[in-house]
């Protein structure tokens, strides 16, 4: 699929296209939208979590180029077209939420690939219920300890705008509509409050920590950090991308995990 193509399907939820559809799938009082696809002869399922102030339009691209696998795009509470809590949740109540989801759909175990913010939501749950993944893949993870303040993050922010592919800037507006910036920015504080090197030092699972070549807000240094933390880490770094890899680099993205995924569980 091409990179329009992907950028192009990224907005079309809830309509079914390209083997993907929708559900609404309730977890306590809350209901959350589940953008999915059933391909692929492999067993394990790809959930896929989105970072900060996107949904799982972001995450479509790479989606699209996961061909082995099923794949399981949750929209967090209060972002995409789940539903919107009045407080935004932490990223130990996201994980929660999640495990929640995997149980009820009844596909763990699973892989869990997270970006950015929901790098830590996926870090967080395999603290937290370590039964339900045999591996992880976190692109561009948040927070940074050398930046982890409302203001470092903003400034990075700033700084990785620059060398962004300015076409998605539409699936990225319509993501910050959804939640909304009130939302986004308690978000924002509940992920650098997270004691991220804490949950890493936690983990078991053979990871795979990836970064775009020119991402200014997960740099080199820190994914080396969090690779020393854990057991069995591996680096990828995918040359020209910025902090949006799953956008913008899909297909180098989507190849790159299904080979490592192909290593891991098979």
Not at 35 to 51: D, E, K, S
Not at 179 to 204: F, K, Q, W, Y
Request: hydrophobic fraction near 45%.
């Amino acid at each position: 699929m091409s990179t329009r193509s992907g950028r192009k399907a990224a907005l079309a939820a809830p309509a079914d296209g390209d083997g993907f559809s929708s559900s609404w799938e309730r977890v306590g009082a809350r209901r959350l939208h589940v953008r999915q696809r059933h391909n692929g002869n492999a067993t394990t399922p790809v959930v896929m979590l989105h970072g900060l102030a996107c949904s799982h339009r972001h995450l479509i691209p790479t989606a699209y180029a996961i061909r082995r696998h099923p794949v399981f795009l949750p929209d967090l509470l209060g972002f995409g077209l789940s539903d919107k809590p009045a407080a935004a949740l932490d990223v130990g109540e996201h994980a929660q939420v999640v495990a929640a989801l995997v149980d009820q759909m009844a596909i763990s175990p699973v892989a869990v690939l997270g970006c950015s913010f929901g790098a830590q939501v996926a870090a967080e749950l395999t603290v937290r219920r370590p039964d339900l993944v045999t591996s992880l893949i976190l692109v561009g993870p948040t927070t940074d300890p050398t930046a982890a303040s409302v203001r470092g993050q903003l400034r990075r922010l700033l700084l990785d705008l620059v060398g962004e592919d300015p076409r998605q800037a539409r699936i990225l507006a319509a993501d910050i509509r959804d939640a909304g910036v009130r939302r986004i920015l308690a978000t924002l504080r509940h992920a650098v409050g997270h004691p991220m090197t804490d949950a890493l030092s936690a983990i078991n699972v053979p990871t795979l920590l990836v970064r775009g070549s020119a991402d200014r807000i997960a740099p080199d240094a820190w994914l080396a950090k969090a690779a020393a933390l854990m057991p069995d880490a591996q680096r990828l770094t995918i040359a020209g991308a910025a902090h949006n890899a799953v956008t913008t680099a899909g297909i180098q993205l989507g190849a790159a995990v299904e080979a490592y995924l192909r290593r891991t569980v098979g």
